[in-house]
Every structure is written in C-alpha cells, then in structure tokens.
C-alpha cells in the first residue's frame, strides 16, 4: 500500500473507531510506529483535525466527516455482491437494512455504473444455508456490549460430546461465526488460559458488572496437538473441497497425501475424520489411531 492509500485508510479507521493507537495502526498496515506518527502530523498538517490523547491514542476531532466518496466499479461490484452473501447468509433486521443502505449507495451512482451493477445481481445469486445465522440474537447482542465494555461474563457451559456442565467466569474478546454456530473467544479464569465457547453450548449467560483490563495472553506450549492424516490420492481432491479448520499444511508421501492440523483437544477432528471412512489414516498423535480404531470397531459391533 503506498502512502496516499494508507493516509486515505487512516482517516477511515479514525473516523469508524473514533480512537486509535499507533501501535495497532502499525500492525495493520505493516510499517512502523515511527511511520504512524509521521503520517498523522502529514494528517493534520493537511487540514484533518488529529487529536493526540496521550497513552490513549489518536482521534478526530469531534464534528470532522470525510466527504462523500466515489466508487470505482471494482468497488462497486465487490461491494454489492458482499451485500447480496450477507442478506442471503442472515436473518433478523439485518437482511432489509443491508437493502436499504445498497438503495441509498446506488441512488448517488452514476447511472452507467449502477446499470452495470444491476447487471451482475441478475447473473449471480447466492444458496441461502438451511440455517441462517441471527445477528440480532439476544445472546450475540450482550456479548458485544460485554467485549465493548470489557466486562466478564459468567457462563453455565455444556462440554463438547459430554453431558458435564461448568460454571465459568471469562474475560470475553472476539466473536466469530463458523458452519453454523458462534463462537466466543476468551479468557478462562477458571481454566487460567485462553478457550472458545459455542453460544449454543451456553445455557446460561450473565454479564457481570466486573471489568476487566487488557492482557496479552499467550496458549501454554504443548497445548496445542499436531495430528498428521494420510488420505488416498482418489480421496485428495474432495479433502481439499471440504477441509477442516484447523488445516495448516500438507507433504505427498509414497502412499498419498499426508495432512497436518493444529488442534486444542483431539474431538475437534474426530468426527470429521470418521466421515472419510478407510481412506483416512491417522498417523499421529498415537492417542488419535486408537481412538479412531476404537470408534472403527464399535461401528463394526453393531453392523455384525
């Protein structure tokens, strides 16, 4: 990114976060802290008002609105066709608002570029999932107030394939979404580590007027479990189209394709790795064989 674009992305980010440190800025884009400063007084010596906040960061002063925008049709395409996932992936209050904000965007095109992006929605759709995910789910919405405010929350939480129920107090930091389910990430202060949790694996939720300081946490060494898969070459191809999560890389061997996976409990990949039937072959951990093998053997108990 050259400076005019990464000056132009800085506004932007000011402008959508309202406060800002160098340090995150410098992440983001790759380059030095001593470069983020540069760029902010080229800002204000530009005419942006940047207030500094000592060891808080950096913000627009309060009023400043960068001018309406001209889109590119690149931009314009890109942005309308990840309108059209969002609307077709969602339901709640987010499908009909996502519609009204691309009227509003295509009301100030130029009428050539909004004939042509009127084009492209007719030519492509996009296959709603049989369960769409709700933005507008109660659960969601107080976690983000929760992660917002920093405050803990405190959780009455089922464990994976198991019926044991935990109560637990977690520091909440980031929410994301995956093949039909939320997740939360965050910090255990029971488990004194780093863990995610399933929204719908969480009975109970409370947000807890605690709050919370920023940490920088880092997993345990050896927490994390290396398992290498060995998959028929017939078999390589529709791997790759349905991969797992928690892929990482791959090497071909003289009996086909073995694949690595950097998982946190060894249930992660199991079921997975049972729908590929005899063309999987688990080579590591030794943990994860006999597991399969005792799954392979309970199937051939019952089909005997």
């Known amino acids: 990114m050259n400076r005019v674009d990464r000056l132009f992305a800085i506004t932007l980010i000011l402008q959508r976060k309202q406060r800002v440190r ?32 000592p060891g808080e960061g950096y913000e627009l002063a309060e009023g400043y609105f960068l001018r309406p925008i001209t889109l590119t049709p690149e931009e314009a395409r890109a942005l309308f066709l990840a309108a059209q996932m969002l609307i077709s992936h969602t339901t709640g209050r ?32 996009f296959i709603a999932p049989a369960q769409r995910f709700d933005l507008d789910e109660p659960r969601l919405a107080r976690l983000q107030e929760a992660i ?52 719908d694996r969480m009975d109970e939720l409370k947000v807890l007027r605690t709050t919370f300081a920023p940490r920088q946490v880092e997993r345990q060494p050896g927490r994390t479990i290396e398992a290498r898969i060995r998959f028929a070459p017939a078999t390589v191809r529709w791997v790759r189209e349905r991969q797992h999560y928690a892929w990482v890389d791959e090497y071909t061997d003289a009996h086909g394709v073995v694949m ?31 597991e399969i093998r005792a799954e392979a053997n309970r199937i051939l108990e019952i089909l005997t």
């Not at 160098?22 to 010596?45: C, G």
């Open 22 to 53: 160098a340090q995150d800025l410098a992440r983001t884009f790759e380059v030095s802290e001593r470069t983020i400063y540069r760029d902010m007084t080229a800002l204000s010596e530009s005419g942006v008002p940047i207030v500094a906040l």
């Open 94 to 125: 987010v499908p009909a608002d996502a519609e009204l904000a691309l009227a509003k965007v295509a009301a100030v095109m130029p009428h050539e570029l909004r004939a042509e992006v009127a084009a492209l929605a007719d030519i492509m759709g």
């Open 260 to 290: 690595i996976y950097r998982l946190d409990t060894l249930q992660e990949i199991k079921p997975w790795l049972l729908g590929w039937g005899a063309a999987a072959e688990p080579l590591a951990p030794p943990e994860l064989r006999e």
């Open 148 to 199: 917002r405010a920093r405050r803990i929350i405190w959780i009455r939480y089922h464990g994976f394939a198991s019926n044991d129920v935990s109560e637990r107090q977690v520091e909440p930091h980031r929410l994301w979404y995956f093949q039909g389910a939320w997740y939360l990430d965050g910090f255990c202060r029971v488990r004194q580590d780093l863990r995610v949790f399933r929204l």
